[in-house]
């Protein structure tokens, strides 16, 4: 049985450094896809290899049922390719960069997945975002704000702290998707 694993966090909490990370480590029994994800936010504008798609091709892609999960945050859209339903039936684990607000969404889609929550202090957001400098200190506040309230309802996932190295918490992510995390894996209900 194949395994989605649905990877969240604030911005600035390194998701995308993590999974990049993992993706050069994993070398597990299954085979294991790196999702990745269609972003109306223009290319080369972050750490993440996204497809850009203009709004209109986005909306076309939505009516056309392209996406397995797609959502709207912080003025983009942002997509996820059914290719994943075709990967995992092929016995593929996939890993996907989700979105917090939307989980309740992902888990009526894929009940059965795995939620890990990237997790990072606000002192640590702040100084990632502010050196990416896509955002004004203001914006910068109000995604910190915004972070801990979507934070509290996620209880039932497996968490990772990604305040120190990457190594460190890349570590503990290869280990969960490989199969090797020290706590029993379940799924957000």
Not at 50 to 73: C, Q
Request: overall charge negative; charged content about 25%; aromatic content about 8%.
């Amino acid at each position: 049985m194949s395994t989605l694993f649905y990877v969240i966090g604030a911005s600035g909490a390194g998701k995308d450094t993590l999974m990049n990370y993992a993706r050069t480590k994993i070398n597990g029994e299954k085979p294991v896809i790196f999702a990745h994800r269609y972003i109306t936010r223009p290319p080369n504008n972050g750490n993440e290899n996204h497809v850009h798609l203009t709004a209109p091709e986005f909306k076309l892609r939505i009516e056309a049922g392209f996406f397995a999960l797609h959502w709207e945050s912080h003025g983009n859209h942002y997509g996820i390719g059914t290719e994943i339903n075709a990967w995992m039936e092929k016995g593929c684990n996939v890993v996907v960069n989700g979105s917090r607000e939307y989980l309740p969404f992902a888990e009526q889609r894929y009940p059965e997945m795995t939620v890990i929550l990237v997790e990072a202090s606000p002192e640590t957001i702040s100084s990632r975002l502010a050196g990416r400098g896509r955002e004004t200190t203001e914006e910068i506040e109000k995604r910190i704000r915004r972070s801990s309230q979507l934070n509290c309802d996620l209880s039932n996932c497996i968490k990772i702290q990604n305040d120190d190295s990457i190594e460190n918490a890349g570590d503990e992510l290869v280990r969960i998707i490989s199969g090797q995390h020290k706590h029993l894996i379940s799924p957000v209900f």
